[in-house]
């Protein structure tokens, strides 16, 4: 319930602090005075869209709150549970600013939020029913939507949609399989090829780096040999660095029998002379080693000439490759299963119609429930507006467009709209076709409540519902509005005395210039003051005895028969 809304800086309202209670809250007012703005405030801070239009001309910032009760509220008091947002005392602030460069906060108990989490917390609070929200009741495509809340299946019709999505998806995958027929065996045989061709090479991943080096000594032999032999001879050569190294070292032997200090260069000359001396037979090895090969170097350069070829098709070196080898069979074993995987997904397809058409079916059962019973609850709505006769009825239709065949939907199997009649002997026609502004405006009311009742919102907000409307019907929509506030919060504006006179809560929205600025402003009526407000809506003469005791009577009769 709505206890408290304050207004700063919206629109035409400079500063305006309203305090509402349970039961029939009823706002009038001259035309113009602020009594939509002051739904739009309310709207403001449930998370309605809002530019900076709405900032009092010469403010910087506009900021709306309400206090409202959720004692009681499973779904409010389930959706702040979630969030981790306690109520205080069983009530809730909400607030919500728009400063004048465009940027904007909300908080809910000065935890911050987004615009959609308000939207979502107020469809646990309140349900503003206003002359654009009569329109939305006109479009086809809204009805589903408003009968399936009534039924209370708009889960069901979510699980339904998953199933129907994933459906597509399948059917989709199936169409792509059958259509790249041509594509998949082209891709079998690329594969296949790829696969065989580097089996068939018998790839080591290192084994180019080795071929790479016998190449290039068997291509460079002749220099090689060369090298080697001449290095082998001025190594053996009798006038050679050995031989010469061996007379020194047998000098140096006749030094160090002479000297002990020369022990350790004699040492050493030792060493270099059997160094030399192993190197000397080392290269002899070698030399005697090597050998001219045509045939292998042809070999070689074949081998390498052939791992470069597969590195320029499938990588960039041969580890590359054999990664490309690896994933190319995977996929030719994917693609080798692919009858199989065919008639796997054939499988699921059909599971998922099934279950998608069994699904449908009895959304249509509870759908042509749930229908049956907002007829009957419009009709009896309907009735008490002065419409004795109104028939109002729920077409609800298979889509069968394809010889008969039912198809289905993202949302089902069913074409469903809202037809009326308003007098006894009229045929059924579109809601939307009602010519008569005076009969869809209580056709809109009945429909309204009749989905709001069955909604349970704890606060319903009705924004001047009796425009075209007056006499007896009036006296029906007013004792209709008093019955629905018997169990919830009602908040409505009116311009009907017959209407006012029930309230519960009596608000008159007035505005008035203060200094130099036109300003918005808010009073509770009560005794003499109300009177003469019902009093000015009779008759707009608010101080004439005859107004002023037609006023008196009229709250004298319908204040005592109030939500009966």
Same mark, same amino acid.
């Given at each position: ?284 090895? %070698? /030399?005697?080693? $090597? #050998?001219?090969?045509? !045939?292998?170097?042809? +070999?070689?350069?074949? @081998? *390498? =000439?052939? &791992? ?5 098709? %499938? /990588?960039?070196? $041969? #580890?590359?490759?054999? !990664?490309?080898?690896? +994933?190319?069979?995977? @996929? *030719? =074993?994917? &693609? ?14 059909? !599971? ?10 009895? &959304? ?201």
């Amino acid at each position: 319930m709505l206890e408290e809304l304050s207004i700063r800086d919206f629109a035409i309202i400079d500063r305006l602090s309203v305090r509402f209670e349970s039961g029939l809250n009823l706002l009038s007012g001259e035309t113009g005075a602020g009594k939509s703005i002051l739904i739009g405030a309310l709207g403001f801070i449930l998370g309605a869209k809002a530019d900076t239009g709405i900032i009092r001309s010469g403010a910087e910032e506009t900021l709306v709150t309400g206090v409202v009760s959720v004692a009681g509220n499973t779904d409010a008091l389930s959706w702040l549970g979630e969030r981790g947002i306690e109520a205080e005392d069983g009530t809730v602030i909400i607030r919500r600013g728009l400063k004048a460069n465009g940027r904007g906060a909300a908080y809910i108990q000065n935890v911050p939020v987004v615009r959609q989490d308000l939207q979502d917390f107020a469809a646990t609070l309140v349900e503003v029913h206003g002359q654009r929200d009569g329109h939305a009741l006109l479009k086809k495509d809204r009805h589903r939507a408003l009968v399936d809340r009534f039924a209370g299946i708009e889960a069901d019709v979510a699980a339904y949609g998953i199933v129907y999505v994933e459906l597509g998806a399948r059917r989709k995958a199936l169409e792509m399989m059958a259509s790249s027929e041509a594509e998949r065996i082209r891709e079998k045989e690329l594969l296949r090829f790829a696969v065989e061709e580097i089996d068939a090479a018998s790839i080591r991943v290192d084994e180019e780096s080795e071929l790479a080096e016998e190449e290039r000594r068997l291509s460079q032999h002749e220099k090689l040999f060369t090298s080697v032999t001449q290095a082998r001879e001025l190594l053996s050569d009798p006038e050679g660095v050995i031989a010469r190294l061996r007379k020194a070292r047998t000098q140096l032997e006749v030094a160090g029998s002479i000297d002990t200090r020369l022990a350790d260069t004699s040492r050493r000359m030792d060493d270099a002379y059997y160094e030399l001396e192993d190197l000397g037979e080392s290269l002899a090895s %070698y /030399g005697d080693l $090597l #050998a001219f090969n045509p !045939a292998r170097l042809e +070999e070689i350069e074949s @081998r *390498l =000439a052939l &791992l470069q070829k597969l590195k320029r098709k %499938y /990588g960039e070196d $041969l #580890a590359a490759v054999m !990664a490309h080898r690896t +994933e190319a069979a995977e @996929r *030719l =074993a994917s &693609l080798e299963n692919w009858e199989e995987d065919r008639a796997g997904l054939e499988q699921q397809v059909v !599971a998922l119609e099934m279950d998608a058409f069994t699904k449908a079916e009895i &959304l249509t059962g509870k759908r042509k429930e749930a229908g049956t019973r907002l007829e009957a609850a419009v009709r009896s709505i309907i009735a008490t507006l002065g419409m004795p006769h109104a028939r109002f009825v729920i077409r609800i239709e298979r889509v069968t467009p394809s010889g008969g065949k039912v198809v289905i939907g993202p949302t089902g199997a069913d074409d469903l709209e809202f037809f009326v009649s308003a007098n006894k002997g009229e045929p059924l026609r579109a809601l939307a076709d009602v010519a008569s502004g005076g009969e869809l405006s209580r056709f809109m009311l009945a429909l309204k409540t009749a989905l709001a009742e069955d909604a349970g919102a704890p606060t319903m907000v009705f924004d001047e519902v009796d425009t075209g409307i007056g006499g007896e019907v009036a006296l029906g929509v007013g004792l209709h509005l008093a019955s629905l506030a018997a169990s919830r919060q009602v908040l409505c504006i009116t311009h009907l005395a017959s209407i006012a006179a029930r309230a519960d809560n009596h608000f008159m929205v007035e505005k008035r210039v203060e200094g130099e600025r036109t300003v918005t402003r808010i009073v509770r009526l009560e005794g003499d003051d109300r009177v003469r407000e019902i009093a000015r809506m009779l008759s707009g003469d608010p101080g004439s005895r005859p107004s002023l005791d037609h006023a008196a009577d009229l709250l004298a009769k319908l204040g005592s028969s109030r939500g009966t």
